[in-house]
């Protein structure tokens, strides 16, 4: 099922500030490249957890109403399902009432009786679902993972490309794995 962001994180888990700080940075020459490195390093650590860490909005895009209405959205952590959409032969949209399905946060399903799903009229991409994942605000981050992002800015700000040294090159501390490994969404 194919996803992608329609609204991206308000802010980031880490301020510049709190990033300059880290990395013993007291001038404000290196300010937006410290800033694109957080936003890098977020974007890594959420793509290695399939994690959200700030809210966001993402779309869904299914062909067809899966066996039984259950839907696991590949990224969370979900927070709540705000649109359904169900087109016809033509392409146009018809909304679908959210509160029919049910959001199981904990699983991070979203599942309705199959019977109240319209069928949609084209056999591709003839279901889009809106959802808004993520942990919430920065300051509702997990710790661990906040930490992963300072570790990550702090390696790439310090190797800033492909490091050559003998025959090993610098690669992501495995530090930051381990930080980051309990908050993996596995898909099984």
Not at 10 to 37: M, Q, W, Y
Not at 38 to 60: K, M
Not at 134 to 140: I, Q, V, Y
Not at 169 to 183: F, G
Request: hydrophobic fraction near 50%.
């Amino acid at each position: 099922m194919p996803a992608y962001l329609v609204t991206a994180p308000a802010a980031e888990p880490l301020s510049l500030t709190d990033a300059k700080n880290f990395l013993r940075v007291e001038h404000g020459d290196d300010d937006a490249i410290i800033t694109s490195l957080v936003s890098a390093a977020r974007n890594h650590v959420e793509a290695l957890t399939r994690c959200a860490l700030i809210t966001q909005t993402w779309r869904l895009v299914l062909d067809r109403w899966p066996d039984g209405g259950r839907i696991a959205p590949r990224i969370g952590p979900l927070r709540t399902l705000t649109a359904v959409r169900v087109f016809d032969p033509a392409g146009e949209a018809s909304v679908i009432d959210p509160d029919i399905f049910v959001v199981d946060v904990a699983a991070g399903v979203l599942a309705a009786p199959a019977w109240s799903l319209p069928v949609p009229g084209r056999s591709v991409a003839g279901i889009e679902l809106d959802i808004e994942v993520g942990f919430g605000a920065a300051s509702d981050v997990p710790q661990t993972l906040r930490q992963a992002i300072r570790m990550l800015v702090a390696h790439w700000y310090e190797n800033r490309g492909l490091i050559a040294i003998g025959s090993s090159v610098a690669m992501m501390p495995a530090s930051v794995n381990a930080m980051i490994s309990s908050h993996r969404v596995l898909s099984l």
